[in-house]
């Protein structure tokens, strides 16, 4: 019998089922968010690697405030962008637990920006799961730092003007340069083929982690339709056809190490 009641006929492997590691509950993202695509990859990914018993969440604030109450293992609630302080006091005192931070771009790359440049620049052995939307989800839509220049948002009802509020941040690019990531990856949840590469690339990034090659970090574009003020379907095609050109798919920092896990 599986997690969801259904015993297959004799005879029969079950191939696809709900993950050991995300729970049976009904979420409070809005219709077509990608959020809950990520959070099974993520799960996924756990169950896969064995993981669920030592694995801890760090939940960031933002749309997946309430993270914690969606996966079965432990986790805990950070404080706005200091998801990553948190998770490097929680792996150095134990180094034997899976350590995830799952973060939004108003946390990460806004008020937390510093934490997460620092975290990548020490080589802090945790994984980071980075949701970059474009906008901020929670609080209302407005402009975030990975906006895309032109993007209408609730604070540039005109479209982001880069001459007065400046460029978007690259993310992966930049904590690529750091000596202390060890695995910096963009990947995208728009379709199934990308949502698959998405899958392994959060298997590899744990895999790093549990091998002590240091900082690893999944980028994930992702859908925001209620607050882009688009249809589910159509948010789809927005994010490849206006954000992948700006936010390139792949991977911006893989080392040596990491290529024979």
């Given at each position: 019998?599986?997690?969801?009641?259904?015993?297959?006929?004799?005879?029969?492997?079950?191939?696809?089922?709900?993950?050991?590691?995300?729970?049976?509950?009904?979420?409070?993202?809005?219709?077509?968010?990608?959020?809950?695509?990520?959070?099974?990859?993520?799960?996924?990914?756990?169950?896969?690697?064995?993981?669920?018993?030592?694995?801890?969440?760090?939940?960031?604030?933002?749309?997946?405030?309430?993270?914690?109450?969606?996966?079965?293992?432990?986790?805990?609630?950070?404080?706005?962008?200091?998801?990553?302080?948190?998770?490097?006091?929680?792996?150095?005192?134990?180094?034997?637990?899976?350590?995830?931070?799952?973060?939004?771009?108003?946390?990460?790359?806004?008020?937390?920006i510093a934490e997460i440049i620092h975290t990548?620049?020490?080589?802090?052995?945790?994984?980071?799961?980075?949701?970059?939307?474009?906008?901020?989800?929670?609080?209302?839509?407005?402009?975030a730092p990975t906006t895309l220049p032109g993007?209408?948002?609730?604070?540039?009802?005109?479209?982001?003007?880069?001459?007065?509020?400046?460029?978007?941040?690259?993310?992966?690019?930049?904590?690529?340069?750091?000596?202390?990531?060890?695995?910096?990856?963009?990947?995208?949840?728009?379709?199934?083929?990308?949502?698959?590469?998405?899958?392994?690339?959060?298997?590899?990034?744990?895999?790093?982690?549990?091998?002590?090659?240091?900082?690893s970090m999944v980028e994930l574009l992702s859908?925001?339709?209620?607050?882009?003020?688009?249809?589910?379907?159509?948010?789809?095609?927005?994010?490849?056809?206006?954000?992948?050109?700006?936010?390139?798919?792949?991977?911006?920092?893989?080392?040596?190490?990491?290529?024979?896990?």
């Amino acid at each position: 019998m599986t997690m969801t009641g259904f015993a297959p006929p004799e005879g029969m492997e079950v191939v696809y089922q709900h993950p050991e590691s995300l729970a049976s509950v009904h979420t409070h993202y809005c219709p077509g968010c990608t959020h809950g695509v990520a959070h099974r990859l993520l799960a996924e990914a756990i169950d896969e690697l064995g993981l669920r018993e030592k694995t801890i969440l760090v939940a960031p604030v933002g749309c997946s405030v309430f993270a914690y109450n969606y996966f079965e293992t432990d986790a805990c609630e950070a404080a706005h962008g200091r998801a990553p302080a948190m998770a490097t006091g929680i792996k150095r005192v134990n180094p034997d637990n899976i350590v995830v931070t799952y973060q939004g771009d108003g946390d990460l790359a806004s008020i937390g920006i510093a934490e997460i440049i620092h975290t990548a620049a020490r080589g802090e052995n945790i994984t980071t799961i980075f949701i970059n939307n474009a906008i901020y989800g929670m609080t209302g839509g407005q402009m975030a730092p990975t906006t895309l220049p032109g993007q209408r948002t609730t604070t540039s009802p005109r479209g982001r003007d880069v001459e007065t509020v400046g460029f978007p941040l690259r993310v992966s690019e930049m904590l690529a340069g750091m000596t202390g990531s060890a695995y910096i990856v963009r990947r995208s949840l728009h379709d199934v083929k990308n949502i698959r590469k998405a899958k392994k690339a959060i298997l590899t990034a744990l895999k790093v982690q549990m091998n002590g090659l240091g900082f690893s970090m999944v980028e994930l574009l992702s859908s925001c339709p209620t607050n882009w003020g688009i249809p589910p379907t159509e948010a789809m095609e927005w994010i490849e056809e206006h954000m992948v050109p700006y936010y390139p798919i792949g991977d911006y920092k893989v080392l040596d190490a990491v290529k024979s896990l």
